[in-house]
Structures are given as structure tokens and as C-alpha cells.
């Protein structure tokens, strides 16, 4: 059996509903760290394929870029498959929140937006199931292509997005708002912020950090200039929300001339700078420079591209996603430009050596177990369970339990994943309505 291989070095234990994984190549999916777990989740595989799974890599032990051992939350396959939403970790890490984006049906593939919202009880991990949870307040909108980001006080701000019209095929029109949506994961409750003075123009596909003195910084995607499509904004132009206020302002930046770009990611490290990686222009091409830096000390903030980080540079990506964990910062997935194929690679960028490595090593050392020989990979139970027991189980009934797994695993996973070439350019232009 040909795809026995790729498991061969996995021991299952049936008690505990985690399994290894290789998880078919996406963009535009979710990712969250929680603990010492990079969650990820959903995405674009291909317009017949739906991306509901539910997976992620211990962040817990070393690892080689090249190398990467994921794992699957069975029991957390989302009910929808969701891509361009946005997913948002409560303070106290106990639940995921999963909002907007595309939503279809997981099994029928059809377009579903009838829920805005979905929850995953971390608390519960990994026996969980993602549920829609009940809101109050104002209608809770339908956007795509959004980011949400979350304050030191629990609330959520969602600027703007695109509300997609159109639908047909790989050709997606919209219309854009300029509104600012806030949730309080605390109270549950929606509001509809209309704040009329200073606001920005629509726009989508940005990225969006808040720095610790409440400022939301707003940077790039496209936004609606009245013309008959929209228009990549761009880098040096950066929009401010203060949420202490609730008011809007705006900067130039200084520094280095980047290419406008959307579909790229930011993350924003402690000392107050703001990494970008990847993106690109609105045919999707490769965005010069893919990897910038921009300094949030200085006024105005100023962008720069470090010499240092020049080498190993990953290939052109759009559609990843990043996650900064202690000095790291994480790039998964995406679409690669230069091989013209989505990704399921793995990037790292040591923030402290301002360089890319290959190798992950976990801040605090990696616990070691009774488990057996380092050259078997096994999946620790999440919760403590009964080690004996697990052991017993995948030793003793090993060979049967394994085929089996494989074979469901295989019919579940793997019958989509023939063809890792692009299915579907979405091309998103469109005017706006205000
Ligand atoms: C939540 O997880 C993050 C990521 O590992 C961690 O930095 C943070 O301390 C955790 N917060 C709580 C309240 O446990
Ligand atoms: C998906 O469609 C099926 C069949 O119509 C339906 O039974 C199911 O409830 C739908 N799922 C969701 C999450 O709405
Ligand atoms: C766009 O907005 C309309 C009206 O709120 C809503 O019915 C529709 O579902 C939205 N479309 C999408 C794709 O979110
Ligand atoms: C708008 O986009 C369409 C499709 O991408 C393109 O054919 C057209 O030339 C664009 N129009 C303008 C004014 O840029
Ligand atoms: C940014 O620069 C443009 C000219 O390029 C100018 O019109 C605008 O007022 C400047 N914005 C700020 C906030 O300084
Ligand atoms: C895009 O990639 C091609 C091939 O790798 C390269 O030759 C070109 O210089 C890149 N363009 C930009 C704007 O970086
Ligand atoms: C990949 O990692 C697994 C366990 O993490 C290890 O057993 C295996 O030897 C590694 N393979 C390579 C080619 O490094």
C-alpha cells in the first residue's frame, strides 16, 4: 500500500483521538497558538474540496523545517469549510473564535453564511467540537477577507472587509464597508461602531496589529477608491485606530519603498516591530520587497529591510499564514509563486538572530517521556491518561488498529489530494456601495 509509508513511523494510541498527519497543501486557513500548540485550521485546497480540518504541531520539542510532524484533532473537523476568515484566541486561552470569511457547507460544498461566528472549547482539547455560540447585540455582518485582532480587555475590532456578492465560479465580486465591528469575547456581544469623523476608505485584506498602547495599526490589502476595481494601498500609508478613543488617524511611514500587496501576513514582535512576509499584487505576482520590517518606536513608524535576513529567504508565498512564538516566527502554508503549487511547508525567522533557520528549538526544554526510542514518534496523549494503557493498546493490537486507521484516514484525507496544482485563481475586484 503505497501510502503506508508516510505513517510508518507514527504509533497510533486509540484512546487518544490525535492522530499524525500530513495535511493536504492550502492557503487562506486560520492558524492560533495556544500553549506550546500552533493550531491550524480550514483553508483553500480547491473549489471540490473542502479544507475542515483541525490540526496542529507541538511547538513543545525541536523540529527541522524539512521535517515537520503534524498532528489531527479528530474530533475538531469544522462543520464548514472556511478560508479569508478570521480567527481570534480569548485572553484566558480557553476558546477559539472562528469569524467570517467564505463559508461553505463541509459536506455539500455549498455556500453557507448563515452562521458569522463559530467556537472552539480549548478547555476541552481535544475532545471539543467547533459549535456556533449564541450573540447579543447588533447584527453581526457578513465579511470576508477581514482580521480581526483582540485588546488587553477582551474586545475584538474588525475593520471594514468585503461583503461578496458574486459568487459564481473562481471570479468573486464584492462590495466594501467602512465600518468598525467590535465583539467582546467576554460579555458575547456585538456592536457596530459608526464613527463617521476621520474614516478610512473601504478596504480588505490588510493587516491589522495592536501594539500595547491600544493602536491598531492597519497596513497594505485594497481598498475601495471608487474606481471600477479596487486599488492595493499602499505600504507607506498606514491607518491608525486608537481604541482608547475610538478615533482614526493616519501615517506615512518612512524608510524603504516596498510594493503595495494583499494576501500577506504581519506579526508583531515585543520590542515594537512589525514583520511582514509575502503577499502579492493584485494579478498575483511576487511583491518586491516579500519580507519587511517596520519600526513602530520611531515617529513615523519607518520601514526597513534587513540585510541579514537577505539570505535563506523562503520562495514567494501568498495566502500563509504567521505566528510569532518566543523568537520565532512561523510561516505555513500558502501559495508558492515560484513553483506555482500551494505549499504545506514550514518557515522560520529567529527574531533575535534576524535570520531564517531551519530548525525550531522550543524555549524551555522539551519534556522527556518513559515513551520509548527518540526515533519513534509518538503522540502524547493532550490530557493525562493512562500512559500504560496507551502504550498496551497501539503495541499490542498495533498491525490491525494501524491498517484500519490508514485506510479511514486515507479514504477521509487523502481522496483530495491528487492534484497540488492552483484549481482556482480567486479574483476578487468589484465596486463598492456605501
Ligand atoms: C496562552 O497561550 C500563549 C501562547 O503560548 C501564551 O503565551 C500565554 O501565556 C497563554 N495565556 C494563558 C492565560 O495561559
Ligand atoms: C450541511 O448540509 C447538510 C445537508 O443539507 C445538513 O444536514 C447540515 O446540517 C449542513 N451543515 C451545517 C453546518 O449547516
Ligand atoms: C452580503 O451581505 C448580505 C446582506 O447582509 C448577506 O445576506 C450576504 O450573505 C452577504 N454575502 C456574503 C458572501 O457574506
Ligand atoms: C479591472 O479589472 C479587470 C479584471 O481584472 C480588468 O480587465 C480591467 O482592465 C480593470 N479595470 C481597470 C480600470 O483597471
Ligand atoms: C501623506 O502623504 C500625502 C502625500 O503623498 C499627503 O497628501 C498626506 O496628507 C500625508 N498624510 C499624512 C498623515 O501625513
Ligand atoms: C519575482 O520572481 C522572479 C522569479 O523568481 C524574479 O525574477 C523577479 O525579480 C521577482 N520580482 C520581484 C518584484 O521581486
Ligand atoms: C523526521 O522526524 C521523525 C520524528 O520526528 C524522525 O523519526 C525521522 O527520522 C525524521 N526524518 C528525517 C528524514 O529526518
Known amino acids: 500500500m503505497y501510502f503506508s509509508f508516510k505513517f510508518s513511523f507514527c504509533i497510533i494510541l486509540l484512546i487518544n483521538p490525535i492522530l499524525c498527519y500530513d495535511p493536504p497543501p492550502r492557503m487562506h486557513h486560520n492558524s492560533v497558538i495556544i500553549d506550546n500548540r500552533l493550531l491550524i485550521f480550514g483553508g483553500f ?49 480557553s476558546t477559539i473564535f472562528l469569524i467570517g470569511g467564505y463559508m461553505r457547507n463541509e459536506s455539500t460544498l ?3 453564511f448563515s452562521k458569522k461566528v463559530y467556537t472552539y472549547d480549548y478547555n476541552n482539547f ?38 461578496t456578492t458574486v ?12 465600518d468598525m465591528n467590535i465583539f467582546n469575547t467576554i460579555s458575547l456581544t456585538w456592536s457596530n461602531l459608526d464613527i463617521s469623523e476621520n474614516r478610512p476608505l473601504p478596504t480588505s485584506d ?12 492597519y497596513i497594505g490589502g485594497q481598498e475601495d477608491t471608487g474606481g471600477t476595481n479596487f486599488t492595493l494601498t499602499k505600504m507607506e500609508n498606514i491607518k491608525l485606530f486608537d481604541t482608547k478613543k475610538l478615533e482614526w488617524s493616519y501615517m506615512n511611514a518612512t524608510g524603504d519603498a516596498i510594493d503595495p500587496r494583499w494576501l500577506f501576513t504581519s506579526v508583531l514582535t515585543p520590542d515594537g516591530y512589525i514583520i511582514i512576509f509575502g503577499g502579492c499584487t493584485h494579478d498575483y505576482t511576487n511583491v518586491s520587497f516579500k519580507f519587511a520590517v517596520l519600526d513602530t518606536n520611531k ?19 501568498y495566502g500563509h499564514s ?28 529567529n527574531i533575535k538572530s534576524n535570520t531564517w533557520v531551519k530548525t525550531f528549538n522550543p524555549v524551555e526544554p522539551a519534556i522527556t ?66
Open 167 to 178: 459568487l459564481t465560479g473562481e471570479k468573486f465580486l464584492g462590495v466594501m464597508f467602512n
Open 299 to 317: 515617529s513615523p513608524y519607518e520601514w526597513s529591510i534587513p540585510d541579514s535576513s537577505k539570505s535563506n529567504l523562503p520562495p514567494s508565498i
Open 369 to 434: 517521556t518513559t515513551f520509548g526510542p527518540s526515533t519513534t514518534n509518538i503522540i502524547l496523549p493532550a490530557k493525562k491518561s493512562s500512559k500504560t494503557l496507551a502504550i498496551g493498546l497501539s503495541l499490542g493490537i498495533g498491525g490491525a488498529a494501524i491498517i484500519i486507521i490508514f485506510t479511514a484516514t486515507f479514504i477521509i484525507f487523502y481522496k483530495n489530494k491528487k492534484n497540488k496544482t492552483r484549481e482556482g485563481i480567486l479574483i476578487i475586484a468589484g465596486s463598492s456601495e456605501n
Open 45 to 93: 485546497i480547491s473549489f471540490t474540496t473542502s479544507a475542515n480540518d483541525f490540526f496542529y504541531l507541538d511547538l513543545s520539542n525541536s523540529f527541522n523545517n524539512a521535517n515537520i510532524s503534524w498532528n489531527l484533532i479528530v474530533e475538531g473537523s469544522l462543520p464548514i469549510n472556511t478560508w479569508l476568515s478570521t480567527s481570534i484566541v480569548s485572553l484566558d486561552n
Open 322 to 349: 504567521a505566528n510569532l512564538y518566543y523568537d520565532y516566527m512561523i510561516i505555513a502554508f500558502g501559495f508558492n509563486m515560484d513553483t506555482q503549487l500551494y505549499s504545506s511547508q514550514v518557515y522560520l525567522y
Open 110 to 112: 455549498d455556500y453557507d
Open 126 to 163: 481535544p475532545s471539543s467540537k467547533w459549535t456556533p455560540p449564541s450573540i447579543t447585540g447588533d447584527n453581526i455582518p457578513s465579511r470576508q477577507q477581514i482580521r480581526g485582532v483582540i485588546d488587553n480587555s477582551g474586545v475584538v475590532y474588525i475593520y471594514s472587509g468585503l461583503n
Open 206 to 217: 490588510y493587516s491589522a496589529n495592536i501594539l500595547p498602547s491600544g493602536i491598531i495599526v
